[in-house]
T-cell receptor
Framework: EPEVTQTPSHQVTQMGQEVILRCVPI?????FYWYRQILGQKVEFLVSFYNNEISEKSEIFDDQFSVERPDGSNFTLKIRSTKLEDSAMYFC?????????????FGQGTRLTVV | AQSVTQPDIHITVSEGASLELRCNYSYGATPYLFWYVQSPGQGLQLLLKYFSGDTLVQGIKGFEAEFKRSQSSFNLRKPSVHWSDAAEYFCAVGAEAAGNKLTFGGGTRVLVKP
């Protein structure tokens, strides 16, 4: 069964460092998303991406965040200068295009710990 | 704006007993509704979804959910819980008008007693 793959599963970084979280969406899916879940809190939408551009972003997704689809298969989330409060589980999701009523498939997540 | 409320933060149920998790949503138009399950340290697995049609939907692992428009609810049920059902359950709402992003509820953690 096709699945969304995220790497790494766990990343520890020092405050102020840049991190790149990687995702390989399901082949032929064209809508991509990043969500995050701070420990003990709800899953929050960060950004959606379609046709090589951001289609929507939340207020969480400020200038330190960026997304990219560098090679047609990977979908990355970059955090430019990490803060302690960026520590969270980050989920990538993808959705097929065509019909609007299709579900999002989630990856297993990357747990980011900022120290 | 979309919103989802899961009133129960924790539920403890005995193995073999029935389970019902509550979910209420707020959205101006017809939403798409989902239940996801998250085991400790794991990702989000889709249990079931509602887009349209029959308001009682069947999912994986013996779960079902019923969409009640009049109550803005989408409660999840399972007639007989297994120890492996211990996890956190998230209700989510999405809509085409909102770019199909999902808005999640706060989650309900289910503990299963032997």
């Amino acid at each position: 069964e096709p699945e969304v793959t995220q790497t790494p599963s766990h990343q520890v970084t020092q405050m102020g460092q840049e991190v790149i979280l990687r995702c390989v969406p399901i082949s032929n899916h064209l809508y991509f998303y990043w969500y995050r879940q701070i420990l003990g809190q709800k899953v929050e939408f960060l950004v959606s991406f379609y046709n090589n551009e951001i289609s929507e972003k939340s207020e969480i997704f400020d200038d330190q965040f960026s997304v990219e689809r560098p090679d047609g298969s990977n979908f990355t989330l970059k955090i430019r200068s990490t803060k302690l409060e960026d520590s969270a589980m980050y989920f990538c999701a993808s959705r097929a295009t065509g019909t609007a009523n299709t579900e999002a498939f989630f990856g297993q997540g990357t747990r980011l710990t900022v120290v | 704006a979309q919103s989802v409320t899961q009133p129960d933060i924790h539920i403890t149920v005995s193995e073999g007993a029935s389970l019902e998790l509550r979910c209420n949503y707020s959205y101006g138009a017809t939403p798409y509704l989902f239940w996801y399950v998250q085991s400790p340290g794991q990702g989000l697995q889709l249990l079931l979804k509602y887009f349209s049609g029959d308001t009682l939907v069947q999912g994986i692992k013996g779960f079902e959910a019923e969409f009640k428009r009049s109550q803005s609810s989408f409660n999840l049920r399972k007639p007989s819980v297994h120890w492996s059902d211990a996890a956190e359950y998230f209700c989510a709402v999405g809509a085409e008008a909102a770019g199909n992003k999902l808005t999640f509820g706060g989650g309900t953690r289910v503990l299963v007693k032997p």
